[in-house]
């Protein structure tokens, strides 16, 4: 199949995901209510007097958002366990690269959407100046997003073939999470600074440098993961 | 590829690799405990390496042939491979561990500190974790093929993931000055160190190829004894 029909089946294939997840809205709110409550009980873990707020949000956010990340993944194949769904896909005249690209595509819509309400909370709870920042902030979040989300769909096709399925996806993807989490929060923490943008600029180097590698590697072993 | 009772059976006899490597892990340690003067500045502390470096290295061995095999096995398909990757990975937690456990015992009269995030430390910790995550991602499929594949991808992916940890950890720590410790390197090593050191590595090699060995052997036994329950 050619670049361009991949790309439309994967589309197709997200706009499922996206429509079921649309019609429930099951797995959205709770990724959502769950990353506004890590915002809420982070605050309150910390001494306010000893630590600021804003020294606190880079760290917040980024664990926040790992851990709501993992519970819209864990779903994106769970929906396929019903009915045999998953079986129907396979059999489909379908490229396992599009299942991939649809999944994973579906799975950023998530992400992007959680983070697009959870920073505007963040911000307001923590009374962050972002300001000026918002632009490359907003390019840190897209950036990582990316990396999670192709470690976490693929982890989470392989995990929902296993026996702990939800138990197992944290355990493998975590690891793989590291070098997107770290410069993501270094890079947050110097734009809500105010310092210079390039500053931020080893980070974010480091940061598309693994989306690159990582979309590449996981598209091509995820044809692996299945059962012929 | 199916085993013969003959592979079973051999199995339970006593490996010679096995034996020839007990012998080289007790010379080496004789020599390294008894017969290598301590280091000056560190004391007897510093032969706590010769566990440490030793360990690390096979860690990292096993794990790079890990990855290989499985590579080698989406290819080949071969069930050997799948077994021995199994095998190895087993090994090299075992050893990982090892390095985690030495290295703070010796970094605390030495450095001054139990743990620090120092770019190979982390890196180390996070190997553990991957191959851990890889270990009970194996426990978690019935199927031989499903199970192969999968361990396969992640071996795989695991391997990719090294030079961005040690590259995130290194940019972590040059932005971030911590308070200055003590290089592990230190001076160059006398000779006659230098010679317990590659005898150590030497010895643990031969122990990785021993234990690689009976694991793959009991792996074998396992999937045969599976295959004839089948029928």
Known sequence: MSAPGLVATALRIARKDLAIEFRTRSAFLSALVLSLLAIVIFYFAWDPTAVGPAVLAPGVLWVTFTFSGLLGLHRSFGVEAEDGAMDALLVAPVPREAIFLGKALANLAFVLGVQAVSLPALALFYNLPVGSAAVPLAAVLVLAAVGLVAIGTLFAGVAANTRLAELLLPVLALPFFVPVVMPAAQATARLLAGRPLAETMDWLRVLIAFDLVFCWACMVVFPHTLDD | ?231
């Open chain 2, 1 to 231: 590829m199916t085993d013969s009772p003959s592979t079973a059976a051999s199995s339970r006899r006593l490996d010679p690799v096995a034996i020839l490597a007990a012998l080289a892990v007790v010379a080496a340690y004789a020599r390294a405990i008894w017969f290598t003067p301590p280091e000056r500045v560190q004391g007897f502390a510093q032969k706590i390496l010769y566990v440490h470096a030793p360990a690390a290295w096979v860690a990292f061995l096993a794990f790079g042939l890990t990855a290989l095999a499985g590579a080698g096995w989406l290819f080949l398909k071969d069930e050997r491979l799948d077994r021995f990757a199994e095998s190895s990975a087993e090994v090299g937690v075992v050893f990982t561990t090892a390095v985690l456990v030495t290295g703070p015992l010796w970094g605390r009269p030495i450095w001054g500190t139990w743990w620090t995030w120092d770019a190979r430390l982390t890196l180390t910790l996070f190997l553990w974790f991957v191959y851990v995550g890889y270990l009970v991602l194996r426990g978690a499929i019935d199927g031989r093929e499903s199970r192969a594949r999968a361990s396969a991808v992640l071996g795989i992916l695991g391997a990719l993931l090294i030079p961005f940890i040690h590259l995130s950890v290194y940019l972590f720590r040059t932005l971030h000055p911590m308070p200055v410790v003590a290089r592990p390197e230190g001076p160059t090593m006398p000779p006659v160190m230098l010679k317990t050191f590659f005898l150590c590595f030497f010895a643990f090699t031969l122990l990785y190829v021993a234990l690689v060995r009976a694991r793959v052997a009991y792996a074998a036994d396992r999937d045969a004894v599976e295959d004839a329950a089948r029928g």
